[in-house]
């Protein structure tokens, strides 16, 4: 066939394009990325019972202000780069990296600051075996719907964009794991929190070529 | 170019494809066909002894600008929009190449001889038309009726006995099967 004839197909009788069209895609996913994996926090491991009085505390908010700030800059990342030519971006590689940061700060003093004793509990706590592996459980819902928006729309970086897919699913499923898990120390999350991150967002820049070639 | 060409010519690409993004056909004939000879230029610069794969690439860097319509944000400049979506279609392809290239044998160099030089636009290998038999009634149906035959999308729905909606449809979904079936047949 000729091109100017495939110029003629695609020229004729076309339809105005939505204008929010990547809008309501990254949207769509991450409510469903949301929901799926509170729901399934919920089920698989329940609301921790006393989140009716953390909640009242200020660290319940510091500790869940950590994974939300990464989502926020995920969520940048996730629609830059779902557009051709695009990179991270500024503002969304200051709200992955500054939340990191913050959050080995205050690990870093808080092990620093405890008796030799109590160290290895600020770090390791009691549920560091299972935390990476649950939140990359809970992240399997957002991965799917997040992986499905950015492949209807039009990333050149495959990798880097599977990999940012990757980690929105994983910050968004760990705001969920917030509500259950017990953990209350920096040191804790700065480590086995963003490891259950990195696996989502390494699971995300391997299949990413795969997956969301166009 | 003169630079002063550059910048006008991305303002007239521009106003032509903002057009088109708004349903305008008449402005996206226009784009699409002065994009086929700037993608020509830029991919005649870049594999100039690949003259055959050439036209299949810029057919399919043509439906990835058409896939990618809704990306695109005013605000940004267009020729880093169209630069990015080729370099990706360019890129797509040698990777492929480099996979196939692997399992056969490489092509022969010394029949390159025989080539033909000339000017004109050679055809693509894959023809569109064949690849449409591939789909399913009703996609190659309302593609082959409103894309090439020129009918109304109420015609062609009351011809194929399906609603406006479905016909558009089935268009859209025609064309993004046809793009990968184009893919595969690289």
């Known amino acids: 066939m000729r091109t100017e004839d495939l110029v003629e197909l695609l020229s004729t009788d076309i339809e105005p394009v939505k204008k929010d069209a990547l809008a309501i895609l990254v949207t769509g996913s991450l409510l469903v990325a949301l929901a799926g994996a509170f729901v399934l926090m919920a089920i698989a491991f329940g609301i921790r019972p006393d989140l009716a009085n953390v909640i009242t505390t200020p660290i319940f908010w510091e500790k869940l202000a950590f994974p939300l700030s990464l989502s926020v800059g995920a969520v940048i990342a996730t629609s830059r780069l779902g557009r051709p030519g695009a990179s991270v971006g500024g503002v969304g590689l200051v709200f992955l990296i500054l939340p990191v940061v913050c959050v080995w700060a205050a690990g870093t003093a808080v092990v620093y600051g405890a008796v030799p004793a109590d160290r290895a509990l600020a770090v390791f706590g009691h549920t560091w075996r299972s935390c990476p592996f649950n939140i990359l459980l809970l992240s399997i819902p957002g991965f799917i719907a997040i992986f499905y928006a950015m492949a209807r729309l039009a990333p050149t970086r495959l990798r880097l964009a599977g990999a940012v897919s990757g980690l929105l699913a994983g910050t968004v499923a760990t705001v969920a794991y917030c509500f259950h898990c017990p953990e209350m120390s920096p040191a804790f999350w700065s480590i086995w929190y963003v490891l259950g991150v990195m696996i989502v967002a390494a699971t995300g820049a391997l299949l990413g070529p795969r997956l969301l070639r166009w | ?186």
């Open chain 2, 1 to 186: 170019m003169e630079r002063a060409t550059v910048y006008s010519e991305e303002a007239r690409l521009k106003a032509l494809f903002i057009s088109s993004l708004d349903g305008d056909a008449v402005s996206y004939r226009l784009f699409l066909s002065d994009l086929t000879r700037y993608l020509r230029g830029y991919l005649r610069k870049r594999i100039p002894k690949m003259r055959e794969d050439i036209e299949d690439l810029i057919q399919e860097t043509l439906l990835a600008v058409h896939h990618a319509r809704h990306t695109y944000r005013p605000e940004e400049p267009l020729t880093a929009w169209i630069h990015a979506i080729a370099r990706y279609k360019l890129m797509d392809f040698f990777r492929t190449r480099a996979r196939r290239d692997s399992l056969n044998d490489p092509i022969d160099d010394h029949q390159e001889i025989f080539s033909l030089s000339d000017d004109e636009p050679e055809n693509a290998r894959r023809d569109i038309r064949t690849l449409l038999n591939y789909l399913p009634d009703k996609q190659r149906l309302s593609i082959l009726h409103v894309k090439l035959q020129g009918m109304s999308i109420a015609e062609t729905a009351t011809l194929l006995g399906l609603s406006e909606s479905a016909v558009k449809v089935n268009v859209h979904r025609g064309i993004k099967a046809l793009a990968a079936r184009m893919r595969e047949a690289l």
